[in-house]
DNA sequence: GTTTATGCAAATTCTTTGCAATACT
DNA sequence: AGTATTGCAAAGAATTTGCATAAAC
């Protein structure tokens, strides 16, 4: 099981509960969440207030990434651990979103093909998004 | 400049001010636009409802295809006369998404690249994103 | 003992729904 | 005339802010 207390302490956040579950719970699942979701999965032991405000922390702290999820909604996944590499937090994700589950996949396997962008745009990240339908809804 | 009544003729659908106005008003801009920035550009004479509602028919009817913001906001664009192309209704998209100026700019130079999802998934559209900063605010 | 996080109430913004009035063909 | 669209009011959902209380270091 992770160690979600040295994650946070790496970060100098202070240990509380309700940052430890979500960061536990994001751990187990693989899956991006939604605030609702969160909420949801931790069966509502916390204000939603409290969640958006550690989400928001998590996502200061470079802890977790905002994921599309293709409806306009907002999800949010762990940061891998190559996201510090190179000295800058970086994000070239993939994602998958089930149109019938409603579920977003992390894509780990897939290797983003360098594309070239008109000259004078400075590309930041790439955030790649595949809807359609997932093994499991099949 | 573009005949919007056309368009809306081809799709069966009656031609009212608003959608002439809206439909105009993504013809000319090359950015992709909230529902928000629609109503501000049209200097509030419609609706937000109105615009809502106009907004869903056109992308029921393949005017028009969701654009993601990076934001969690939805921003719709027009489609390109390709979109139809292989009798099925396709979206292959690149955006950029200016951290500066916020505008949503489509891609056209940029060739999608094939990518492979593991098996199992299957893909219906890809929408890929970058974010960054543009031209403009460099 | 300070500083920071939490919970509650309430405000904002985004989006949708119902219904009567109006415009389109 | 008949059907689809619009505007208004209002509901619902997502997200943010202020402030007093409680927890962390």
Redesign the pocket.
């Known amino acids: 099981m992770a160690d979600v207390g040295n994650l946070l302490k790496k970060k100098s956040?202070?240990?509380?509960?309700?940052?430890s579950k979500i960061l536990e719970l994001m751990v187990d699942e693989s899956i991006a969440m939604?605030?609702?979701e969160i909420g949801e999965k931790l069966d509502g032991s916390?204000?939603?207030?409290?969640i958006?405000?550690?989400l928001?922390?998590f996502l200061n702290n470079g802890l977790v990434h905002k994921v599309l999820d293709g409806n306009?909604?907002?999800k949010y996944a762990l940061c891998q651990h190559d996201c510090e590499e190179n000295g800058k937090h970086h994000h070239d994700h993939v994602h998958f979103s089930c149109q019938v589950c409603k579920q977003t996949h992390c894509i780990e396997q897939v290797q983003l093909p360098s594309m070239n962008l008109p000259d004078g745009f400075q590309v930041k990240e790439v955030n790649v998004l595949f809807e359609g339908i997932c093994p499991n809804c099949k």
Chains 1, 2 share one sequence.
């Not at 956040?13 to 940052?19: A, G, Q």
């Not at 916390?46 to 409290?50: K, N, S, Y």
């Open positions: 956040l202070r240990k509380t509960v309700t940052r939604s605030e609702r916390f204000d939603r207030v409290t958006y405000r550690t928001h922390t306009g909604g907002t």
